[in-house]
Structure formats: C-alpha cells, structure tokens
C-alpha cells in the first residue's frame, strides 16, 4: 500500500516531462560543447591559463635513417674511439708511444726473455742473443696491436667516407644499403677527414718504425758481432778437442797428463828459447 501511494506521487510529476524541442536541444549542445576555432587545428590547443596559446609542433628528425643506431657510422666512430685499445690511436702522441713502449717491454721481460733464456741450451754464454730474442718478440706483439688498431680504424673511416651505407635489419641474411643524404655525407665526411686520417697516418708511421726495428734486431742476433760476445768459453766448443783418428802432442796430453809430467806445454815458452 505504501508502494502504490508512492507511486501515486510520483506518476503526474514523470507524466508531466516532455521531450525538449529541437531548438531545445540545439541550444544544450552549444552550451556544453563550444565550437572550436576553425583556424587553429585541434592537436595544436592546450587548454588553461598557463598554455592558453597554441604551441609549435614538434620538430621532425634531421633525417629519416634506417639504418640501426649502432650501425650507423657516426655511432661506430664513437664507440671505436673510446673502447681499448683503439683509443690509444686517437690520444697524445706522448701517451701513444709510451703505452705501446711498456706492452712491448712487459711482454720482452715478463715472456720472451724467461722463454729465450730457459728454453734454450747454454743461454748463459751467448747472453746477447738471449736478449735480442725476447726483444724482437716484444716488438712483434707491439707489432700485431698496431696492425688490429689499424684495421679498425680503417674500417669505420671507410664507412664514414662512403657515399653509401652496408647495414643488416636482423641478420647476416638481409643486408641492406642506404644511400645518406647530402647533411649526413658532409657530416661523416668531414669527421673523416679531420679525425680518422690523422690517426691512420699515425698507425702507418708506427707500424713503419716496427717493421724496420724488428728487421735490425733479428739481424743483430744474427749477426757475427752477437755471437762473438760471450761471457766465457763455452764447453759446447769443440774446436780445442782431439780430433778422432789424429794424433798429436796435444791430443796425447788431454788423453794421457801423466805421461807428459815434467815437460813443458807448448803453450809454456821453452828453455832453449830464454
């Protein structure tokens, strides 16, 4: 009874409601959704009162490059020229030669000197040699860091050069070449110029100066003048020794000392000459 006397309220006021007109529901919509400016596109409003001014878009990338970040040569350029030990290449000619000096001269000591000197036969009595040899392997090894610094180098600084760029998507299986704009070609080109070539002169310097030591050294040790220095007479020597099926004074003596006592050596000056 109390649900029907409700509803008995309640019916005239909902019997009572009509649809709005259509000038009615024109004006609602003008109300709560204002037209925006024909002039201005919507993505460039920013309603508030601190940005009630349309604001510039945003500014597109210099180039539209596919080519994948650490691809791209300028990138390559950079990551060579900070990892080790291309970037000694790049550094101080001071710092450059005094860092390829000690890898030459701790490799000599620490490997090609215990190695040329334990791993040979009476090192003891041709000492020159010895440290000839440890040398030369230090300089090989200087040798070989300056020819892999030079290969990447020349590397990076061909790609930087060249008109076009060698890339791959996922894999070794779809390589792709890009051909760079006009900005990006005087980009790279430049960098090349200014900062790979310098560096490669140098390798080209260094590994000059390698090759040329090394030669010197190996003919060194070979030479008369390394095995003529000795410290003292090696027993190895058997230039004094009896020669099989000879015989002499000299021979008879080594063989048979008591025989000879009491004569005097050919070495000891005679009587008869004094």
């Given at each position: 009874m109390a649900a029907a006397t409700v509803l008995r309220h309640f019916t005239p006021i909902s019997s009572s409601l009509k649809p709005p007109s259509?000038?009615?529901r024109r004006f609602l919509h003008h109300s709560l959704?204002?037209?925006?400016?024909?002039?201005?596109?919507?993505?460039l409003l920013k309603f508030g009162a601190e940005n009630?001014?349309?604001?510039?878009?945003?500014?597109?990338?210099?180039?539209?490059?596919?080519?994948?970040?650490e691809q791209q040569p300028i990138n390559e350029y950079q990551s060579l020229s900070s990892s080790f030990p291309f970037s000694w290449a790049s550094g101080e000619l001071v710092e450059y030669s005094?860092?390829?000096?000690?890898?030459?001269?701790?490799?000599?000591?620490?490997?090609?000197?215990?190695?040329?000197?334990f791993g040979s036969v009476g090192p003891e009595y041709e000492p020159v040699k010895r440290i000839l040899a440890a040398s030369s392997s230090g300089i090989f090894v200087v040798t070989?860091?300056?020819?892999?610094?030079?290969?990447?180098?020349?590397?990076?600084?061909?790609?930087?050069?060249s008109a076009t760029v060698e890339y791959e998507e996922t894999g070794w299986y779809d390589g792709q070449v890009w051909v760079k704009t006009p900005q990006v070609l005087a980009r790279d080109?430049?960098?090349?110029?200014?900062?790979?070539?310098p560096v490669l002169t140098?390798?080209?310097?260094?590994?000059?100066?390698?090759?040329?030591?090394?030669?010197?050294v190996v003919n060194l040790g070979n030479s008369p003048i390394a095995s003529s220095y000795k410290t003292y007479k090696d027993p190895r020597d058997r230039s004094s020794m009896p020669i099989p099926g000879a015989y002499n004074d000299e021979t008879a003596r080594t063989f048979e000392p008591?025989?000879?006592?009491?004569?005097?050596s050919s070495d000891e000056p005679s009587s008869d000459l004094l």
């Open positions: 259509r000038h009615h959704f204002p037209k925006l400016p024909s002039h201005s596109p919507p993505s009630s001014e349309p604001q510039p878009p945003p500014s597109l990338p210099e180039t539209d490059c596919p080519v994948p970040p005094s860092r390829l000096f000690i890898t030459g001269a701790s490799f000599a000591f620490f490997v090609g000197l215990p190695v040329s000197w070989l860091a300056v020819v892999r610094m030079y290969l990447g180098w020349a590397y990076v600084g061909n790609r930087l050069l080109r430049l960098l090349g110029s200014f900062s790979v070539k140098r390798l080209k310097n260094t590994l000059v100066i390698l090759g040329l030591s090394l030669i010197l008591e025989a000879f006592c009491g004569e005097p």
